[in-house]
C-alpha cells in the first residue's frame, strides 16, 4: 500500500523522480524511483533524517510548534519533506524544474493515508 501511494506522489508531479516513507532514525520503510530518476533517494533520506532530527530539536529549545514541512533546494534536487508522524516523514525529490505547488499539495494529500497505514 505504500508503494501505490509513493508512486502516485511521484508520477502526479511534473518533475517527481523520487519518494520515500523513512522514519526520523534513517530507517527506509518503503520507496518509490521513477524509471531513470537518477537519485539514491534512501541515502538522501538517510543524511536528511539527521538534518530534520537537529530542526526538531531547535524547535522544541524554541518553543515555536512542531515541525510539518521543510523544503531544501539545490542545484539539481528540490526535496520536500512532510512529517506523517512523530516518528515518520514523508519525502518527495523533484527536478528543479518541477512543479514545486503540485508536489506539496500531493504531499498534504498523501501524508494522512500514510498514516493511517502505520498504525
Known amino acids: ?5 509513493l508512486k502516485r506522489l511521484v508520477t502526479g508531479t511534473e518533475g ?6 523513512m522514519g526520523f532514525d534513517g530507517i527506509a520503510v ?4 521513477a524509471p531513470g530518476g537518477g537519485v539514491d533517494i534512501n541515502t538522501v533520506g538517510m543524511e536528511f533524517s539527521f538534518i530534520l532530527g537537529q530542526i526538531r530539536k531547535a524547535t522544541e529549545i524554541l518553543e515555536v510548534g512542531g515541525v510539518s514541512e521543510v523544503t ?5 534536487l528540490t526535496m520536500i519533506i512532510r ?16 512543479n514545486f505547488g503540485k508536489g ?11 498514516q493511517s497505514e502505520l498504525v
Not at 1 to 5: K, L, P, S, T
Not at 16 to 21: D, F, H, Q, S, Y
Not at 72 to 76: M, V
Open 30 to 33: 518503503d520507496s518509490y524511483s
Open 16 to 21: 517527481g523522480v523520487a519518494g520515500l516513507l
Open 72 to 76: 531544501i533546494r539545490c542545484d539539481n
Open 104 to 114: 506539496r499539495y500531493l504531499l498534504r494529500v498523501v501524508a494522512p493515508k500514510m
Open 83 to 98: 512529517v506523517v508522524s512523530k516518528d515518520y516523514f514523508l519525502a518527495l525529490a523533484i527536478k528543479p524544474e518541477g
Open 1 to 5: 500500500m505504500f508503494q501505490e501511494n
